[in-house]
Nanobody, 114 residues
């Protein structure tokens, strides 16, 4: 079993920054990718950013140039540095780990005030 523990959410004014972290523990055999998704009220969960074991990275168009994902393979952690935050970034952010199956964290709230 794999556990994902997220930290770093909170309330910030527009233009501010937050850093999310996610630590994976448990029976981790082979990780294909780790990343972040978000879900705003009334909307579907969407990809924010993800990083593969080989180093490839995907970003949602809406966060390119503002968010940076990084990963520490030795520690099985992934971070999301979020700069120039906008009110539309407000959502619950979920850590995701893709291995032979998909694992999700419990979610952390990010609220950006105008």
């Amino acid at each position: 079993q794999v556990q994902l523990v997220e930290s770093g959410g909170g309330l910030v004014q527009a233009g501010g920054s937050l850093r999310l972290s996610c630590a994976a523990s448990g029976s981790i055999v082979s990780i294909a990718s780790m990343g972040w998704y978000r879900q705003a009220p009334g909307k579907q969960r969407e990809l924010v950013a993800r990083i593969g074991s080989g180093g490839w990275i995907n970003y949602a168009d809406s966060v390119k140039g503002r968010f940076t994902i990084s990963r520490d393979n030795a520690k099985n952690t992934v971070h999301l540095q979020m700069n120039s935050l906008k009110p539309e970034d407000t959502a619950v952010y979920y850590c995701n780990l893709q291995a032979w199956t998909t694992y999700w964290g419990q979610g952390t709230q990010v609220t950006v005030s105008a």
